[in-house]
């Protein structure tokens, strides 16, 4: 009978490390090792407890007992860890007397073992018997392999799942990062591909894992050249070491940005390669805006030369001492000196106010006042800039006062009819009218029939430092600060602006306030 014996137990613990190597499901590895032992053992019923991680004991499976009496039987592993020992546990029969008796289950005999990772015990194995003879050495020996099998399993499985864990958090956070993250193996090829980068490129996950990097996120530079394949810091490392790369990507929708890429190589404890990590970032606007700043510098250079070599060549030409100049051209002269100095001035009153601007001390001094008049008296000084243009004014008659600041308001009004005739090189009609809007507002609107605006620039047209990139704009003096302010001026006073145009066939700006008379 004992080979028979030793060879059904032989069967069980093979079957036990079968599972183990098959699944690392901790319950129902607990619930194999709990029935195998009970039958090798001719037991009635079976509890494991493990511990928790503030070193209490809580059962975790069980055989053969109702389930709630399992945890009556509190008593068994109740401070056993002092008294733990490999040939068994101590005053068992007291223990499993008042067990019993406290969860109304009898059960006449019970062997114990503690499961045991080098000196740290993580539970303890029951097997009880309600009936026949007490437990003898050698089912403590069977037993003991069952614990060796179970503290294995229990380990392992434990090892498992907070490998799991840790690696669904980090999927988790690199799949919410804000920025995007590409992992990619030592061969180039896309492994991980997260939402920011599927949203930032256009290109889904499942278009890009599994393919080369190079081919789904080829950037490129200016001059069409493939950065990818000419200057890939992970083929040709540069000299400083700098794992990056930079150059723009075009997007399906025809969309082109600049992506950054920095990559951080992963490699194992024998110094392999095993992933290379690249953090993916969208500098399309960091560029234009270092793009913005050198066009700005020269623009303002410009803009800021120009009058001040008209002011300065009409006063040395009228101050010569050997020019007896008529009342006429001294007039003439005189007026183009205030004229240049009125654009200096307005010129740098705008640099002033963008500046004020960025630093948070933009405020406004309110009054009540009629925009319908204060229209009315820029349409009689801008119309004197020009012979080619008509001004009309539409106001309706109901158009009421509003609560505002003169001066900014003044500013956007002039600003917006001056926009109006600066982009209608043909002249036409240009119309500024106001009207009541909903929710206790009115709405201002200017309107001309020049070039217009493309539809991709109407969005950015009210940043700070933009000018649409075109052949009369390129032409035309200015710095890209003019709506820049309206739309300051105007979101101060609580409202609004925006701008409907149609390439070739002119524009409308809106401007939309609270009446503010509460």
């Given at each position: ?19 183990m ?27 494991i ?60 005999q ?48 434990r090892?498992y ?52 990097c ?50 951080s ?5 024998e110094?392999?390669?095993?992933q290379?990590?690249?953090n ?50 001294l ?12 654009r ?19 405020k ?12 009315r ?6 119309q ?9 004014l ?13 001066e ?72 890209g600060?003019?709506?820049?302010l309206?739309?300051?001026?105007v ?22 306030l ?5």
């Open positions: 009978m004992l080979p028979d014996f030793r060879l059904r137990q032989r069967e069980y613990l093979l079957e036990i490390s079968r599972a190597s098959a699944r690392l499901d901790l319950s129902s590895l607990l619930e194999l090792t709990l029935k195998s032992a009970v039958e090798i053992l001719a037991g009635q019923a079976g509890l407890t493990l511990r928790r991680n503030d070193g209490s004991f809580i059962p975790q499976a069980s055989i053969g007992l109702p389930y709630q009496a399992v945890p009556l039987f509190e008593p068994l592993w109740r401070d056993l860890e002092p008294e733990r020992q490999r040939g068994g546990i101590p005053d068992m029969a007291l223990r499993l007397a008042l067990a019993s008796r406290a969860a109304g289950v009898l059960m006449r019970v062997v114990a073992l503690p499961l045991e990772i080098g000196d740290d015990v993580i539970g303890y194995i029951f097997i009880f018997r309600s009936r026949g003879a007490a437990f003898s050495s050698n089912d403590r020996q069977v037993l003991g392999a069952f614990a060796d099998q179970t503290a294995v399993a229990v380990h392992n499985a090892l799942q907070q490998v799991t864990a840790e690696r669904e958090r980090l999927n988790a956070i690199i799949e919410h990062s804000g920025d995007g993250v590409m992992i990619i193996n030592p061969y180039r090829i896309i492994q991980t591909w997260n939402r920011a980068l599927a949203n930032m490129t256009g290109i889904p996950a499942e278009s890009a894992i599994g393919r080369p190079y081919e789904v996120l080829n950037l490129q530079t200016r001059q069409g050249t493939s950065v990818c394949h000419t200057a890939c810091p992970l083929v040709n490392a540069p000299e400083d070491g700098r794992l990056y790369a930079e150059g723009i990507h075009h997007r399906a929708d025809g969309l082109a940005i600049t992506l950054a890429d920095n990559y190589p992963q490699k194992n404890e110094g392999f390669l095993t290379i990590i690249a993916v970032r969208d500098v399309t606007r960091l560029q234009e805006a270092e793009e913005m700043k050198q066009t700005l510098l020269s623009v303002i250079s410009h803009e800021l030369k120009t009058p001040v070599s008209i002011i300065k060549g009409y006063a040395g030409t009228l101050a010569r001492e050997d020019a007896d100049w008529d009342e006429a051209t007039a003439d002269g005189l007026a183009v000196i205030e004229e240049e100095a009125d200096l001035d307005r010129l740098i009153t705008n640099l002033l106010e963008a500046s004020r601007l960025q630093a948070g001390g933009f406004l001094r309110l009054s009540y006042l009629d925009l319908a008049d204060m229209a008296t820029a349409v009689e000084n801008l004197a800039t020009t012979t080619t243009h008509t001004l009309e539409d106001f309706t008659r109901d158009f009421p006062p509003i609560r505002g600041d003169f900014r308001l003044r500013e956007v009004l002039t600003n917006l009819i001056g926009n109006a005739i600066k982009y209608s090189p043909d002249g036409g009609l240009i119309k500024i009218g106001g009207m009541l809007g909903k929710n206790n507002t009115v709405r201002v609107y200017v309107s001309d029939e020049g070039i217009g605006i493309s539809p991709a620039d109407q969005e950015r047209i009210f940043e700070r430092l933009y000018r649409v990139d075109n052949r009369l704009a390129r032409q035309t003096p200015g710095t600060l003019g709506l820049y309206v739309k300051a001026v979101e101060a006073h609580g409202g609004r602006v925006w701008v409907d145009s149609t390439p070739g066939q002119g524009s409308t700006f809106w401007v939309e609270p009446v503010g008379n509460e």
